[in-house]
């Protein structure tokens, strides 16, 4: 089976742009989060997802929003881009919304120039 | 509100020593806490987790770690370093109070010296 698949894996904007990061969870899994690893530090919640519902939010301003798609796939979108969103973007996911095991994506390498 | 803090931001080892990795939480529910490990260009990966069953916890590759209510810690040991062990190690806390919010800890980056 395959793991959780983010896409793309690497992508280069510029301050005030847009863009939209792509996370496709496991098989059977009804469970996408997201969060916001910056370099040197941990990863940072930014949204849970489930049966297509917002579950869970993280401290990240409005210019963040996701959403989940009938098939489960989900999509983080960041608005008018600032230097600092510059991170990696990490795509968990799970079975439900308890605390099962995360199965974590490579993530998305976003640089903003 | 939850936090994290993982105690030491580097831990180096010689192959064949115990592993200690630090980590108090903070937590105003029942936590659940997880250790989870990066190696270089990987995704993260589940170590162990715990959720109010045995204080002890086991995990793959001979990690462990014990829960202890009254230091509010859950310190990451293996007794025995591997080089392969060489990876990023990230404590974790999420609270039974509501959604599904995790709390990462800052890291620890494990050198293992041969």
């Known amino acids: 089976d395959a793991g959780v698949t983010q896409s793309p894996t690497h992508l280069i904007k510029t301050r005030g742009q847009h863009v939209t990061l792509r996370c496709s969870p496991i098989?059977?899994?009804?469970?996408v989060s997201w969060y916001q690893q910056v370099l040197g530090q941990g990863p940072q919640f930014i949204f849970q997802?489930?049966?297509?519902?917002?579950?869970g939010r993280g401290n990240f301003p409005d210019r963040f929003s996701a959403r989940q798609f009938p098939n489960y796939s989900s999509e983080l979108n960041v608005n008018a881009l600032l230097l600092g969103d510059s991170a990696l973007y990490l795509c968990?996911?799970?079975?439900?919304?308890?605390?099962?095991?995360?199965?974590f994506g490579s993530g998305t390498q976003l640089s903003v120039l | 509100a939850q936090s994290v803090t993982q105690l030491d931001s580097h831990v180096s080892v010689s192959e064949g020593t115990p592993v200690l990795l630090r980590c108090n939480y903070s937590?105003?529910?029942?936590?659940?806490l997880f250790w989870y490990v990066q190696h270089p260009n990987k995704g993260l990966q589940l170590l162990l987790k715990?959720?109010?069953?045995?204080?002890l916890v086991k995990g793959i590759n001979g990690f462990e770690a014990e829960f202890k209510k009254s230091e509010t810690s859950f310190h990451l040991t293996k007794p025995s370093a591997h080089m392969s062990d060489a990876a990023e190690y990230f404590c974790?806390?999420?609270?039974?109070?509501?959604?599904?919010?995790?709390?990462f800890g800052i890291g620890t980056k494990l050198q293992v010296i041969p």
């Open positions: 968990a996911s799970s079975t439900g919304t308890g605390h099962e095991k995360l199965f």
């Open positions: 098989s059977g899994h009804k469970s």
């Open positions: 997802y489930y049966e297509k519902e917002e579950r």
């Open positions: 937590s105003s529910y029942s936590p659940s």
């Open positions: 715990y959720t109010s069953a045995a204080t």
């Open positions: 974790v806390v999420s609270d039974t109070g509501g959604y599904q919010k995790v709390t």
